[in-house]
């Protein structure tokens, strides 16, 4: 069953406009109260207008005020989630093991949530036909386009991540027709990341980013958005922790979404990449 109505909400709160702030915050403290409602009902009760409520539903990228219901129905059945917790002064070992394995956890679950299945499919669709693909993150996200860059050569798919700006912008300022270039950065306002997405989308290559949810500069300039849940709770590393590990699911759903599409083709590049190395390995 869908979910995510709430998580959506939670993590848009604070970018909504003032009207459909308001719509936010009282479905979030009335989610039972959306359920038996109409739009123009929920607007009069949060003291607004149902054209608000279907404006909020267009800013959290929905399909309308019964996919809002349908994903808060769902949350209204799950068992209560323990939230993400920091690590405190003298933490004992086996309560870091505890915590961080929860906001791990966490974060993965939220993240699925929230996942557009439409724009998923979107982005496999310009993936798999791709000369090129070429990742770009800074700082943490670049681990994730590193990792990204082996997965994709392991099924024959050319694929760089390069950290220097001037030799991606070189790599856009010749891109071909079917090159893509993959932005990624949790806060979407990287200022590195901002400018190669924009560079990309005046040379007009097709572009996907990954993001936390909700509106920033690198979403709003790409083709294709894909997000992860925003961990705010937690002021330590336990959250960047979390972020990084919910990129690392998206690209590993991704890449299987990938394959399952052309299955025959990514076994085979698999094997041969497996019998290449344990060539290396047994002449080293």
Known sequence: ?????????????EQLPASERKIAQFI???????????VNEIGAQAK????????????LGLNGFQDLKVRIAGDMVKPAEQGYRDIEPGESYFSIVQKTTSNSIQSIRDSAEIINYEELERAVQILLP???VHFFGIGASNIIAKDAQQKFLRIQKN???FTDTHLVATLIANAKED????????????????????????RGVKTISLT????????????????????GEAAFRSAATSSRLAQLYMMDILFLSMATVQYEQTIHAIDQTRDAIRFIKERS
């Open 1 to 13: 069953m869908a979910a995510g109505g709430l998580k959506m909400l939670q993590n848009m709160l």
């Open 28 to 38: 979030l403290e009335n989610p039972q109260s959306v359920l038996n409602s109409t």
């Open 48 to 59: 607004t207008s149902g054209a608000a409520v279907i404006r909020l539903c267009k800013s």
């Open 130 to 132: 791709a000369e090129n």
């Open 159 to 161: 694929a760089t991540a």
């Open 179 to 202: 090159d893509v270039v993959f932005a990624i950065s949790h806060s979407g306002e990287t200022a590195e990341v901002v400018k190669v997405i924009s560079l990309a989308k005046e």
């Open 212 to 231: 936390k949810y909700g509106q920033s500069s690198v979403a709003s300039l790409a083709d294709i958005k894909l997000f992860t849940s925003y961990a």
